[in-house]
C-alpha cells in the first residue's frame, strides 16, 4: 500500500524513486516486520496470559522437564508473527503481483487453520487439538486454491513444469499432476515445520534461514539476467516475494526475542503451520520444491523421524527412537535443550548453504 503511494508521488519527488528498487524494499519491509512482532509483543504476551489461564497443554508423554519448564506458557504466539509480516508485505510489496497474494493467502490461511487448532487445545486442555480430518480438509483447500492462482500466474510456458536442480534448463511437464504436487509441497512444508516446533527457538530460526535463502532464489529467478547466468527457468515477478520474505524474516526475529530460552511465547499452530506453508508456496512459485527438500532438510528429518517411530511401532511393536519427532530424542538422551537447538541451528545453516550451491552447481 505504502509502496504504491510513495510510487504515485515519486514524479512531484524524484528521491521517492528509491522505492523503485527491489533491494530497498526488501530492507525496508524486514525492517517494518520486525518492530511491528518486537514493538506488540509485550502486549500480545500479556493479552495471551490473561485469556490462557494454564498456556499451552503439554504432552503428558513428553521429557518430564518440560511440565516444569513450560507450563503455564501462552501459545498462540503465530498471532505476533502474522501481524509482522503481513503488515510489512501489505506496506511495502507489489500488490498487483499475483504471486504475493498466493503467499499471503497460505499464511493467513494456514494461520487461521492453526489458530483453530490452538484455540480447541486451551479450550479442551489437551494437546490433542482440532480434528485431524478437518484440519486437513481445510489445509487442502487453501493450497488448491493457491496452486490455481500460482499455476495461472505463470502462464502455459511454466505453470505445470517442474524444475530439476543439478540439470541445465531441464523442465517436467506435470499437466495437471503439478496440482496434487504443489498442494503436497505446501501442506508438507506447513506440517514439518509444524513438527519441528517442540523447544524454545527451534523452529523459528530454522524458518529465518530458510526464508533468507529463498531470498536470494526468488530475486535471481525473477531477474532475466541473473536466471540466464545461472542457468535458471526465468519466471517473471517472482523477485517481489524477497519483500514477502524479508518480512517472514523480520517478524520472525521479533518474536524470536521472546521465544529465546527461556520462552515467554510459543508460536503454536498459529505460528508453525503459516511458516511452513509460506515456505511451501515460495518454492513452487520460483519451481524450486526439490531445493525446499534440501534448504529445510531438518524439516524433513522430523517428519522421518515421527513416520518412522509410527511404522516400526505398528509393524513391530518396538520403536526406533526414545521419543518423536527426533528432538525428544535427544532430550531423553540428556542433552541440554540449548544444545538441541542450536545444533539443529548449525545444521539448518549448512543445508541451506548446499541449497545455495544447486543455483551454481548446473
Known amino acids: 500500500m505504502l509502496y504504491h503511494l510513495l510510487i504515485s508521488m515519486s514524479d512531484e519527488y524524484t528521491f521517492l524513486n528509491v522505492v523503485n528498487y527491489l533491494t530497498v524494499r526488501t530492507g525496508i519491509s524486514l525492517f517494518t516486520a520486525f518492530l511491528i512482532s518486537f514493538l506488540l509483543g509485550p502486549k500480545i504476551i500479556f493479552m495471551l496470559k490473561n485469556k490462557q489461564t494454564v498456556g499451552q497443554p503439554i504432552r503428558e508423554d513428553g521429557p518430564e522437564s518440560h511440565l516444569l519448564t513450560k507450563q503455564g506458557t501462552p501459545t498462540m504466539g503465530g498471532v505476533l508473527i502474522l501481524l509482522g509480516f503481513s503488515t510489512g508485505t501489505l506496506l511495502w510489496a507489489d500488490l498487483y503481483n499475483p504471486y504475493i497474494w498466493a503467499c499471503l493467502l497460505v499464511t493467513t490461511g494456514f494461520g487461521f487453520v492453526g489458530f483453530l487448532d490452538d484455540y480447541a487445545k486451551i479450550i479442551h486442555s489437551s494437546s490433542a487439538g482440532m480434528s ?82 529463498f531470498i536470494i532464489i526468488a530475486y535471481v529467478v525473477g531477474n532475466i539476467v541473473y536466471a540466464d547466468y545461472l542457468n535458471l527457468t526465468y519466471i517473471e515477478g517472482t523477485g517481489e516475494l524477497s519483500v514477502f520474505l524479508a518480512a517472514i524474516i523480520g517478524a520472525g526475529l521479533g518474536f524470536l526475542w521472546y521465544n529465546a530460552p527461556p520462552a515467554m511465547i510459543f508460536m503454536g499452530d498459529t505460528g508453525s503451520l503459516s511458516l511452513g506453508g509460506a515456505l511451501g508456496a515460495v518454492s513452487v512459485i520460483t519451481k524450486h520444491e526439490i531445493v525446499l527438500a534440501i534448504v529445510g532438510g531438518l524439516f524433513v528429518v522430523e517428519t522421518l523421524s515421527v513416520i518412522i517411530q509410527v511404522a516400526s511401532f505398528k509393524l513391530t511393536g518396538k520403536r526406533v527412537f526414545k521419543m518423536a519427532p527426533i528432538h525428544h530424542h535427544y ?18 545453516v549448512l543445508l541451506a548453504l548446499i541449497g545455495l550451491a544447486t543455483l551454481k552447481l548446473r
Do not use: H, Q
Request: aromatic fraction near 8%; charge should be negative; charged fraction near 15%.
Open 331 to 348: 532430550e531423553k538422551k540428556g542433552w541440554a535443550e540449548p544444545t538441541i537447538v542450536i545444533r539443529f541451528w548449525i545444521i539448518a
Open 132 to 213: 485431524g480430518r478437518l484440519k486437513l480438509l481445510l489445509e487442502l483447500v487453501i493450497s488448491f486454491s493457491a496452486v490455481l492462482i500460482i499455476i495461472n500466474a505463470a502462464g502455459p510456458d511454466y505453470g505445470d513444469k517442474l524444475a530439476l536442480p543439478f540439470l541445465k534448463n531441464v523442465l517436467l511437464d506435470l499437466g495437471w499432476l503439478m496440482i496434487p504436487f504443489g498442494i503436497f509441497v505446501i501442506v508438507g512444508s506447513s506440517n514439518s515445520v509444524n513438527l519441528t516446533d517442540g523447544l524454545d527457538g527451534l523452529a523459528i530460526m530454522p524458518v529465518i534461514i530458510a526464508s533468507g535463502t
